[in-house]
């Protein structure tokens, strides 16, 4: 081989002595045409035109930023909010025995006395006695605020023991505290799901998770409102793709994000199928139930105990305190595997400010009142059955959600064809109504923002305080508010 | 001395002296149109740096970070390879069964599914984290006060699991809780207004600010906030990070950009994130970095459109509640004037902390609030209750209570938690017809001083602003970070300490909060702590005592300019 290579060079130098003259020089200028090229710098990349230092200051001189907000007109229709206050009755008569009642089942909307069906206060926990003596005896012992995150001085004994009850209740292994109902989802979807994971969402899914599906930078994939066959078209196409790529797919978490009863819809998750749907394509299920907690099931443990559905196939069950519990702040349960992961992930957990104690207490006060009165559940229940019979039957207006849900909405029939005047609608029959003391609001969407904008709405809620006399009066009152407005 | 700083505040040093060892060096780069850096330039020493901005600092502004010695980072890097090193051999004798695994599990009917965690991702909080982890999350069992009980914890299984013996560790002087001002009380006015408002309002509101859960408490707190910050009008929310988080998105979008200070909390970052915004990030506290940015995001517009901004807003804070440091508002406020861009201020740790009336890092500058578009800032720390604000012009507040996500969709705040706010930012503008406010602003910025001088005095280096109550003291070392905070406890002490990935990786540190309500006696008691164990731990790292007295210079420097 090697004597081989030799006589490859001796060949090579003969050729060059037998080369011709011209031969020789041609290559020799090709040679230093190549030498050229390589160190020249002849070509232009493109026209690079750097700008002059006065250029740019005039650049800078011309540029002119949009006004920080677009200007709001004075009389756009939610600038201004309604006030609320509580109320002040008289004890036995006596006006000078004054006695201060929360804004709860009776509340005074812009100086008018109403009956309440707007406040998500589900179990008429918002002006409990017990509940208020508790928070106050927390106040007496800790002060108000926590003046520090989870980490650093921040959890309170009350902390680990609403914690515990938390577990407890919902028979789970660990529970974790949020300070702000709406950062509970949306900090606890990104702590698990990264980029490149995929996320099925469906579509009337509420705002705080669609935050949270942002935030999280994961693939997202919409089905349609508590469509099945729709969710197990999109898990199929996923299939497909995971055995294009099955290494990819190793790695690639995926989630399905639901909610209990839905607050844009009032409607319910059909969860045996979404758990079945689980184990078959190996899907982990996140369940939203800040409108099921404390409403569904025989002991208010929400959607999972309404199914019947074993606790233990929801991987994560997040809800807020601010609805049944009547107090502030939101949490997330399940097994400690997923949930002690939050600890040192869920954004909103670490980076924020813990629950002022004397809410902790409350909340704990009112899972004592929950534990202790189960029935609460089923009057709500027959309450909810009642009102959605009651609204049937209002022209104009239909009614949509399940008779179990606590928030039911009311639709127009017939759109006008503009957001804006049938909100306009809307408004003049929750106007109607607040003079007839009845409370309504409307269903508050940020249009813009909306993945999938739900149609406008006026929201009725039920608590357990209202009675039989009120609802009707409400129905009665909506159907004449109906009548007169929409004609 | 100790009268001197508050007087220092008042009266304002018209010098300007910056002893920025670090932070601001190695960013080089300048020319000749910029606000900031025509005196970089021309600079031979820094003299000529206090001349060019005396025009906007109306009194001195020392911040200081000293260098990490070279030592010291070697053997940081080397105790992190130790850690990690010993990691893999633990966790290799998990895998095998040689050594109990404590970690919850996966359910046996899940184990096929796609892993929720990818191994790596937990290295360091099972090798790392699990070692130091008794010095977080412990759990008190009274006010956040100066002093505070806390619950005592064992672990029988070196932080995998704690259990509580049921003792109380009574009257530990608290250097961790944010209480700068000392209205974490559960006696006194404040305390006292609270429970009155709770018999009335009770502590739920179970409805959003536009639906029917906006009270007349919200709308008087809103109008005190804005009467305290000075501004048009204010707008309150439930949570301090959600106040971020969910409003930067109703201000900035697509073809907007926003410039972040490379320290900003991760309320910040995650609002920006949220907002779909373009985000480009400068040094911290570095005004030529800002100003660098901003040029060229005017000059150049967008990235491959190169069509102009819309908008340019730029974010900071007031205190960095990691580093001590009080950003250069007037600089940053000559720069967004210049470049026309918008300004959003966190006021989180400094609102209540700073300034001569308390109204945050504007009045400790002598500056007017209308010059900062936006104002934000939290009821968490100086007011010891919960949620945060934003504060401005009319129109943005409007605006914000058409397009906030938070008036929207999240539950409004709880009344009790605003009538603290109420009493204790009343008290702090002197409404309540005491001087109570007044005199806690002052005993917290003599707390700050003396602090921090005795501190460095002991020769530790500590980071940050002189007059920052947040006062971090430099471990460096992982091992010391676990080793200060249980010494520290040992002496009835709690401190914060902080690692990676809170801080950068070799600079692990404690953390001190000054707070009003400390008395003499607890900061000298607390002083001792900290001195003896900087002797045991060898923490004294600072070399500017040792050369020459150049730390101490600065003090005495400050001292001689107060007649």
Redesign the interface.
């Known amino acids: 081989m090697a004597s081989g290579q030799q006589w490859v060079l001796v060949e090579m130098v003969q050729a060059f002595y037998e080369a011709p003259a011209y031969h020789l020089i041609l290559e020799g200028i090709l040679i230093l045409w190549i030498i050229r090229l390589l160190f020249s710098k002849t070509y232009k990349l493109q026209e690079r035109s750097d700008l002059t230092e006065k250029e740019k200051e005039e650049l800078i001189e011309e540029w002119q930023p949009e006004p920080l907000v677009p200007l709001v007109s004075k009389d756009h229709p939610s600038l201004n909010y309604d006030v609320v206050t509580g109320f002040v009755s008289a004890v036995s008569g006596h006006i000078s025995e004054e006695m201060n009642l929360p804004p709860s089942h009776k509340i005074i909307v812009n100086g008018k006395e109403c009956v309440n069906f707007a406040s998500f206060n589900f179990l008429g926990l918002l002006e409990s006695e017990r509940v208020k003596l508790k928070a106050l005896s927390s106040l007496k012992k800790y002060g108000v605020g926590t003046c520090g995150p989870r980490g650093f001085y921040g959890t309170f004994d009350v902390h680990l023991e609403l914690e515990e009850r938390l577990a407890k209740f919902m028979r789970t292994e660990e529970a974790i505290i949020y300070s702000y109902g709406f950062a509970t989802i949306a900090s606890a979807i990104p702590a698990y799901s990264k980029r490149g994971d995929i996320i099925f969402v469906d579509e009337a899914a509420c705002f705080s998770i669609q935050k949270g599906l942002q935030a999280s930078r994961s693939f997202i994939k919409y089905f349609k409102h508590n469509d099945m066959e729709d969710l197990e078209r999109l898990l199929k196409e996923q299939e497909i793709e995971d055995q294009k790529n099955p290494r990819k797919a190793k790695v690639i978490r995926r989630f399905i994000v639901i909610e209990g009863l839905y607050i844009n819809t009032a409607d319910l998750c059909p969860l045996p199928e979404l758990v079945k749907l689980k184990y078959k394509y190996k899907v982990r299920i996140f369940l939203e139930e800040s409108m099921s907690f404390g409403v569904l099931g025989e002991h208010g443990r929400g959607v999972t105990e309404h199914f019947g559905v074993n606790i233990d196939d929801i991987d994560l069950i997040s809800a807020n305190m601010e609805n049944a519990l009547a107090s502030i702040g939101g949490f997330c349960c399940g097994r400690s595997f997923v949930i002690d992961h939050q600890r040192l992930s869920g954004q909103g957990y670490c980076f924020s400010a813990s629950l002022p104690p004397m809410l902790a207490a409350a909340a704990i006060e009112a899972l004592n009142i929950m534990e202790e009165d189960p029935g609460l559940f089923r009057v709500l229940r027959d309450k909810c059955k009642h009102v959605h019979k009651a609204l049937q039957g209002t022209p104009g207006l239909k009614v949509v959600g399940e008779p179990l849900a606590p928030a039911l909405h009311l639709q127009l029939e017939n759109s006008s064809g503009s957001r804006t005047d049938d909100l306009k609608l809307l408004r003049a029959i929750v106007d109607y109504s607040l003079d007839r003391q009845i409370a309504l609001t409307l269903a508050r969407y940020l249009d813009k923002e909306e993945r999938f904008l739900p149609p406008p709405s006026i929201r009725v809620v039920v608590t357990v305080e209202q009675t039989q006399e009120e609802i009707e009066r409400a129905a009665q009152c909506i159907r004449q508010a109906a009548e007169k407005i929409l004609k | 001395m100790t009268q001197n700083s508050a007087s220092k505040l008042i009266n304002g040093d018209a010098l300007h002296r910056t002893k920025q060892d670090k932070k601001a060096g190695g960013n080089g780069f300048v ?3 910029c606000l900031f850096q025509q005196k970089r330039h021309r600079r031979p020493a820094e003299k000529s740096h206090h001349a060019s901005c005396t025009s906007l600092y109306k009194k001195p502004f020392v911040e200081s970070f000293e260098e990490t010695p070279l030592l010291v980072a070697v053997l940081t890097y080397m105790g992190y390879g130790i850690l990690t090193i010993f990691g893999y051999l633990r966790d290799f004798l998990r895998d095998w069964k040689f050594e109990k695994c404590h970690l ?4 046996e ?2 184990k ?7 191994d790596f991702e937990n290295f360091y ?1 099972r090798n790392l ?1 699990m070692r130091i982890r008794d010095n ?10 100066a002093k ?1 009980d806390l ?1 005592e914890r064992v672990t029988p299984d070196y932080n995998w699991t704690f259990e509580h013996t049921g003792n109380v560790l009574k009257d530990v002087i ?1 250097m ?4 700068y001002l000392g ?4 006696t006194g006015t ?2 006292d207004a ?2 009155e408002c ?19 408490k919200h ?1 008087e707190l809103e109008i005190l906030v804005a009467r305290f910050l000075g501004v048009e009008s204010s707008m309150a929310f ?5 106040t971020n ?2 409003n930067i ?1 109703a ?1 900035t979008g697509k073809g907007c950009l926003i410039l972040s200070d490379e320290l900003n ?3 910040l970052v ?1 609002g920006a ?2 907002s779909g915004s373009t985000i480009r990030v400068f040094k911290h506290n570095n005004m030529q970095s800002l100003e660098k940015l901003l ?1 060229d995001a ?2 150049h517009g967008q990235p491959r459109t190169h069509r ?5 807003l730029i974010l900071v804070e007031g205190i960095y509640s990691m580093e001590g440091s009080i950003v250069r508002l007037p600089e940053v406020i000559a720069l967004k004037k ?5 300004l959003y201020l966190d006021e989180a740790h400094s609102i209540g902390a700073l300034g001569p009336r308390g109204r945050g890092v504007v009045d400790y500058f002598g500056l007017d609030p209308s010059d900062v ?2 104002m934000m800032g ?4 100086s ?4 949620g945060g604000y934003i504060g401005g012009k009319k ?2 507040i ?6 906030s ?2 008036t ?4 409004s ?2 009344p ?2 605003i009538q ?1 706010i109420i009493t204790s930012m009343k008290c702090i503008m002197g409404e309540d017809g005491s001087t109570l406010g007044q005199e806690r602003l002052c005993q917290l910025s003599e707390n700050t001083t003396y602090f921090r001088r005795r501190l460095h005095e002991m020769g530790f280096i500590i980071y940050g602003n002189n007059d920052s109550p947040v006062v971090p003291l430099m471990l460096y070392m992982p091992a010391k970070i676990g080793a200060f905070g249980r010494e520290m406890l040992k002496r009835n002490i ?1 401190t ?1 300490v902080v690692g990676f990935p809170a801080t950068p990786i070799i600079e692990s540190r404690a953390r001190f909060c000054v707070s009003a309500a400390h008395t003499r006696e607890m900061l000298d008691k607390a002083l001792n702590a900290i001195s003896e164990v900087g002797d045991l731990l060898q923490l004294k790292y600072s070399r500017k005592n040792r050369h020459g007295n150049e730390g101490s210079d600065s003090f005495s420097f400050l001292e001689s300019h107060q007649d």
């Not at chain 2, 919850?104 to 359910?107: P, V, Y």
């Not at chain 2, 929207?408 to 539950?411: D, E, G, K, P, W």
């Open positions: 020319k000749n149109h919850a599990r996966e359910r009917e899940q096929d599914f796609v892993p929720l965690y990818q909080t984290y977080w999350n412990r759990p008190i069992c009274s006010v956040p006060g505070m619950l608290n961790g809780s944010y209480n209205f974490a009380e559960n404040c305390a609270a429970s709770t018999v009335k309002y009770g502590v739920g509101v179970s409805s959003t600010r536009q639906e029917i859960g906006n009270l007349d709308e439930g949570m301090g990070f959600a988080s969910m998105p201000l909390h991760a309320s995650l994130r949220l040029r005017i000059v102009p901004w819309k908008k340019i210049k470049y026309k861009a918008y578009d936006i939290t009821f968490t720390k007011f010891g209750a919960a129109e943005l409007d605006y914000l209570r058409l397009h996500h938070s929207v969709y999240a539950t705040m709880s009790p938690i603290q709690g914060v």
